[in-house]
């Protein structure tokens, strides 16, 4: 079965420094993965999605993950944070076989100090 | 604009009663899903509709009931069967289920069991 883990419930960076969210998943099948964004009290938004081709994956927000096949990983970083990235990021990576179901991480909240 | 609407934003239940929750899209997409959100355990699948007058379980059914009468609209009714319904329940819709195509999220419904 495919999962996703999230190292780091909480990651806390201060404005301008390098933002790190890790992401690892198992899957017998090449995988398809998304980073959302969550805003309090909101739905979710996609970053970006890795599917095919380039291995590193260009988002909104100045976000980029690179998928690593060897490592299977899709860590998602920012060169430079800022206060408005403060959200709770979740990876989650599509199950083979069906009905385009994804499955979650837990999910990193991060926090962006001045 | 195109998007999912769901209300209403906030609701507030007493136990034993069934509240049904809405979820409506304009995408012309043919896969709907709801989940159910909980702190620290990322999203749970609760039922999934690939078409109209279709639709199957996810992970945590139990104490759930949808219909998919129209292909806009997929409303869920949380059950007085459901043990522990206080969470945050966000819909979401894709374009062709089986052509591994991101989800689109609406803006949630916060449900709260008094």
């Known amino acids: 079965a495919q999962s996703v883990t999230q190292l780091g419930s909480h990651v806390s960076v201060s404005e301008g420094a390098l933002v790190l969210l890790r992401c690892n998943y198992s899957s017998s099948v090449p995988p398809y993965l998304f980073w959302y964004v969550q805003y309090p009290n909101q739905g979710l938004q996609l970053l970006l999605k890795y599917t095919t081709g380039a291995t590193l994956v260009k988002g909104i927000n100045g976000f980029e993950a690179e998928f690593k096949k060897s490592e299977t990983s899709f860590h998602l970083t920012k060169p430079s944070a800022h206060m408005s990235d403060a959200a709770e990021y979740f990876c989650?990576?599509?199950?083979?076989?069906?009905?385009?179901?994804?499955?979650f991480g837990a999910g990193t909240r991060l926090a962006v100090h001045p | 604009d195109g998007g999912i609407t769901q209300s209403p934003k906030y609701l507030f239940r007493k136990e034993g009663q069934n509240v049904t929750l809405s979820c409506e899209q304009n995408?012309?997409?043919?896969?709907m899903y709801w989940y159910r959100q909980d702190p620290g355990q990322g999203l749970r699948l609760i039922y999934y509709s690939q078409i109209v007058n279709d639709f199957q379980k996810g992970d945590i059914a139990e104490g759930y009931s949808v219909s998919r009468e129209k292909k806009e609209s997929f409303p869920l009714t949380v059950t007085s069967a459901q043990k522990n319904p206080t969470a945050f329940y966000l819909c979401?819709?894709?374009?062709?289920?089986?052509?591994?195509?991101?989800?689109?999220f609406g803006p949630g419904t916060r449900l709260t069991v008094l």
């Open positions: 995408l012309n997409h043919d896969a």
């Open positions: 979401a819709s894709s374009p062709e289920p089986g052509q591994y195509n991101e989800q689109f």
């Open positions: 989650a990576v599509i199950q083979a076989g069906g009905y385009n179901k994804l499955i």
